[in-house]
């Protein structure tokens, strides 16, 4: 058999075939060969006239995966030998939660402290070690480490690292990706105080920054070894990954710079007894994602939210909440303000008496009633302040019947600037998913005439992103 070659194959073949290799401990020859086995067979299985399942048109869950890993920022992490190799780990997760694609390269020395599995399980990715694997070098796999990233990260980098990439050495594998790389490389120096001092490090820094080596660290603090402390300390794994993010996506303009927003997210909950409650289905996704795209256009945040199961968003002054009445009183705190975004879905009633203790089915006898009252209405209280009003508010209306007709007899019932629309019927999935279709309702301040511009369905992250985007250019306008 003639052998076998990927180099003139498609790229995107060609990296799907080196992630099933990867994934099945196999050569990329040999999962070749697999594949090629695997089609004859199939063809002979359809020569045999069995009847066959039409081809799907929707994707599988390892093209959403590569879908995914496709629209991430990549990162080649290199992990120096030194004791704090072990950091490393922390910072393959740091980057995953800013949603960097880490691929991890261990120096032989690395792997004195850290081992290669541990590093390809939370990098969710085969680890390398060898300048000489066979599975990866046969088409110059280093070179591939080296180029096919965003960015290449050394942590930590050791004073024996750090003086091969200043003098152009390459006798291992994260030394041949250093040198053979053409992008951006950020290097978080660790290593003992007089290490760090000495005059042949301090050449080697010099060389390092004259080539264009981005630096973090070090920070000063207590050494590894007892009764040492000085410079010398490497980055914390937080420190490191915010400033790999901060290279791989340059900060956007800002237009919401010394703004103060304030947000409301998510459900209340209405107690009847210590174990009910009333509420609505609200997850939250669409009012925390408007706190994030606030906070990337630069905005002061203060998100007020009802119980939701979310990660609290970076950067963002988060304020929990359970009732309507704690909600609106977070949210009179919160004034003054420049935008008031109000996302969340809060219930409309309450329990007149909440039971101290459960209350309990007694046999053959109907539950006693409940009675009601009117919650406060946020919306309506912020939009008819007469002091402390923010020039800016907008209100979500969520309907499952004659959407653009109910939206418009509350953006003038309550009085606010903006409605944002949307139909969470059962069947449209809205409520608790991903994606969202609005309509934004706004209202001419001169003339009371509601303009109603319908938006394409979207995911919700984009949703808030278009919706920050308008706010922007009102301000922006409204300010020239």
């Known amino acids: 058999m003639a052998n076998l070659s990927i180099r003139n194959l498609d790229d995107a073949i060609r990296d799907e075939i080196r992630l099933r290799a990867a994934r099945n401990g196999r050569s990329v020859e040999d999962e070749v060969r697999v594949i090629?086995?695997?089609?004859?067979?199939?063809?002979?299985?359809?020569?045999?006239?069995?009847?066959q399942e039409p081809p799907s048109t929707a994707p599988n869950s390892r093209e959403i995966l590569r879908q995914h890993e496709g629209s991430q920022p990549k990162v080649t992490l290199i992990v120096g030998g030194g004791i704090a190799a072990y950091k490393s780990l922390d910072l393959i997760r740091r980057m995953k939660e800013r949603g960097i694609h880490v691929r991890v390269v261990l120096t032989q020395a690395a792997q004195r402290f850290v081992t290669a599995l541990a590093a390809s399980a939370l990098s969710n990715e085969r680890a390398y070690t060898d300048l000489f694997d066979p599975q990866s070098e046969f088409d110059a796999g280093h070179i591939r480490l080296a180029r096919e990233c965003d960015l290449i990260v050394v942590a930590p980098a050791t004073a024996d690292l750090m003086a091969k990439m200043a003098n152009g050495h390459a006798d291992d594998l994260a030394s041949a990706i250093l040198l053979a790389s053409n992008k951006p490389i950020l290097i978080a120096p660790a290593m003992n105080p007089l290490m760090w001092g000495n005059a042949a490090t301090r050449r080697n820094v010099a060389q390092l920054q004259r080539d264009g080596i981005r630096m973090i660290g070090p920070n000063a603090g207590e050494m590894a070894e007892r009764n040492e402390a000085g410079v010398g300390r490497m980055a914390e794994p937080t420190e490191i990954a915010e400033a790999a993010n901060t290279l791989l996506r340059p900060q956007r303009p800002q237009p919401l710079k010394g703004k103060r927003v304030l947000i409301t997210a998510g459900p209340t909950?209405?107690?009847?007894?210590?174990?009910?409650?009333?509420?609505?289905?609200?997850?939250?996704?669409?009012?925390?994602?408007?706190?994030?795209?606030?906070?990337?256009?630069?905005?002061?945040?203060?998100?007020?939210?009802?119980?939701?199961?979310?990660?609290?968003?970076?950067?963002?002054?988060?304020?929990?909440?359970?009732?309507?009445?704690?909600?609106?009183?977070?949210?009179?705190?919160?004034?003054?303000?420049?935008?008031?975004?109000?996302?969340?879905?809060?219930?409309?009633?309450?329990?007149?008496?909440?039971?101290?203790?459960?209350?309990?089915?007694?046999?053959?006898?109907?539950?006693?009633?409940?009675?009601l009252t009117e919650n406060p209405d946020i919306l309506a209280t912020i939009s008819k302040l007469e002091a402390n009003r923010p020039p800016l508010v907008i209100g979500f209306a969520a309907e499952t019947e004659h959407l653009i007709d109910n939206a418009t007899a509350k953006i003038k019932r309550k009085g606010c600037d903006w409605i944002v629309a949307n139909d969470v019927s059962p069947a449209t999935g809205i409520m608790g998913g991903d994606s969202n279709t609005v309509n934004l309702l706004t209202r001419d301040k001169a003339t009371g005439e509601i303009a109603v511009d319908s938006w394409a369905p979207m995911s919700k992250e984009d949703v808030a992103a278009t919706l920050v985007a308008r706010i922007a250019s009102s301000v922006t306008k409204d300010n020239a």
């Open 269 to 371: 909950h209405e107690p009847i007894d210590p174990v009910r409650y009333i509420a609505n289905r609200s997850s939250g996704k669409q009012g925390y994602a408007i706190a994030d795209a606030a906070r990337a256009a630069g905005a002061d945040v203060i998100l007020v939210s009802g119980p939701v199961e979310l990660d609290e968003p970076r950067g963002v002054n988060v304020k929990h909440v359970e009732s309507a009445r704690d909600m609106l009183a977070a949210v009179e705190a919160a004034l003054p303000v420049d935008i008031a975004i109000f996302a969340a879905a809060v219930a409309d009633w309450r329990v007149v008496n909440e039971g101290a203790q459960k209350l309990k089915k007694k046999a053959g006898e109907a539950m006693a009633p409940l009675q």
């Open 36 to 51: 090629l086995r695997e089609a004859s067979q199939g063809g002979h299985t359809a020569a045999a006239g069995l009847p």
